[in-house]
């Protein structure tokens, strides 16, 4: 059985490095997921098809970032209760969390099948691309409890300190999604029907041996579902809402982006989007290192002992600093090489390049972000982390990017996105040295 960590005690550099390297690796795995569906479906079925899938999966974001903030408000709820060491307090909040999520999950399924024709239509789906998109959209909405609850399982284990388990979990999925995605597209014939029941079933299985192995071993005190309190619930929303909005406001501010982009012409847009693919996964190291200190807080702001959740977002921003700092510093150097995977038009490869090698130098400032705002967010102070990504993306990124793109052409943009990690990092410092989120308190007792 994985190792489950007791964040109130012990090393927390040890700590931290051993339970955030799972989540690094399952952050891959899940990244390596989508990239799979992508191949086999472009591939196998051709343009139109890949094009259904993402417009179908603009669709699916949006219940994704549902998730994601409920599965933030669990890992600070879950966390803080396993620090408290109150099993009755866990099994309540577990139980609330399995009732709310079956049933929104259960709305946005009948929802979402039944409407997809319509929600295609209003993002203007070609017409060429429109009975795939729904087919695939269906499929998807079918199976979204078993998204939820694939979701859930890692955010449970997370919030008690097991890392580990989660990643094979999500393991086994990518494995059965690589095998099923050409038995059922090609073999069985089912086009990108195929690729929908392929993902539905990969972590519909995923999400089953998860919490079968769970109740095996009594990781966690799940219960037969009963209604809950309505405290419970309100908590639930009141952490989860702010925390979904989050993901609509990051969502926004990169749209915002992009139309600064485009307006420097195709090139600059190519070399973007090249940049932004590499992007996304060189900040998966900040991302999981965010998801580790939120549970290592959780569980000692549960405890009340703050000199250690102290203690955490120090180690965190100085383990971010060097990871992100090296990575940046490898990225500047090689980062044409990084761009020419997925571009060669040379003026798009040279802005690519351009933007990477500065951007890159500023990680280590956005991950001061993500460690401290992960450690305000395990104290359940989810509206000033809301405020603070708007003013991150809002007030700060979307106007310096187009600011300096207007004062210095297409490399203004990278000037302006840097530029913004590093006010923004300074925003982030501020408010967790001077702001009032310890003094939240999300339960009555605390």
């Not at 310096?400 to 297409?410: D, I, M, P, V, W």
Request: glycine fraction near 10%; charge should be positive; aromatic fraction near 12%.
């Amino acid at each position: 059985m994985a190792k489950k960590y007791d964040f109130t005690k012990g090393s927390i550099g040890k700590s931290l490095f051993y339970f955030s390297g799972p989540i690094l690796l399952a952050n891959l795995l899940q990244t390596s997921y989508q990239f799979v569906d992508s191949l086999w479906v472009g591939n196998l079925l051709g343009a139109n098809a890949l094009g259904a899938v993402a417009i179908s999966g603009s669709i699916i974001f949006v219940v994704l970032s549902l998730i994601i903030g409920l599965n933030n408000a669990a890992l600070t709820i879950l966390s803080q209760q396993q620090g408290k060491q109150n099993e009755e307090g866990l099994k309540r909040y577990l139980n609330a969390f399995v009732v709310l999520m079956t049933s929104i999950a259960l709305l946005l399924g009948v929802s979402g099948y039944i409407f997809a024709d319509v929600l295609l239509a209003m993002l203007g789906t070609p017409d060429v691309m429109a009975a795939d998109a729904a087919a695939y959209l269906r499929i998807n909405f079918m199976g979204i409890l078993l998204l939820f609850g694939y979701n859930f399982i890692s955010t449970v284990l997370r919030s008690i300190g097991d890392s580990k388990t989660p990643l094979y979990f999500v393991t086994a999925a990518v494995l059965l999604n690589t095998v099923l995605d050409p038995l059922f597209i090609h073999v069985f014939g089912w086009g990108i029907s195929g690729a929908g029941y392929a993902t539905v079933v990969s972590q519909g299985f995923s999400f089953l041996i998860g919490f079968l192995y769970i109740i095996k071993k009594d990781l966690a005190p799940f219960t037969l579902p009963n209604l809950p309190k309505w405290k419970e619930i309100k908590l639930i929303l009141h952490i989860g809402i702010p925390s979904s909005l989050q993901m609509a406001v990051i969502s926004a501010g990169a749209a915002a982006i992009i139309g600064v982009v485009a307006a420097q012409g195709e090139a600059v847009v190519s070399g973007y989007s090249a940049a932004q693919r590499l992007d996304s996964l060189l900040m998966l190291p900040a991302h999981a290192l965010s998801i580790a200190i939120s549970s290592m807080a959780g569980q000692n702001i549960g405890a009340q002992n703050w000199g250690r959740v102290r203690d955490v977002a120090k180690y965190g921003v100085i383990y971010n600093f060097l990871i992100m700092l090296l990575i940046g510093i490898i990225v500047a150097i090689f980062a044409e090489y990084g761009v020419k995977l997925f571009i060669q038009d040379e003026a798009a490869v040279q802005f690519g390049t351009i933007y990477l090698q500065i951007v890159a130098l500023c990680y280590p400032f956005l991950g001061i972000n993500f460690i401290l705002n992960g450690v305000v967010r395990a104290a359940g102070a989810m509206y000033p982390i809301l405020i603070l990504n708007i003013i991150s993306f809002w007030i700060l990124r979307y106007p310096l990017a187009a600011l300096f793109s207007y004062l210095f052409g297409n490399i203004g943009i990278a000037i302006g996105v840097g530029a913004s990690f590093i006010l923004s990092s300074v925003v982030a410092i501020l408010y967790y040295r001077f702001g009032k989120w310890r003094e939240k308190k999300l339960f009555a007792d605390a």
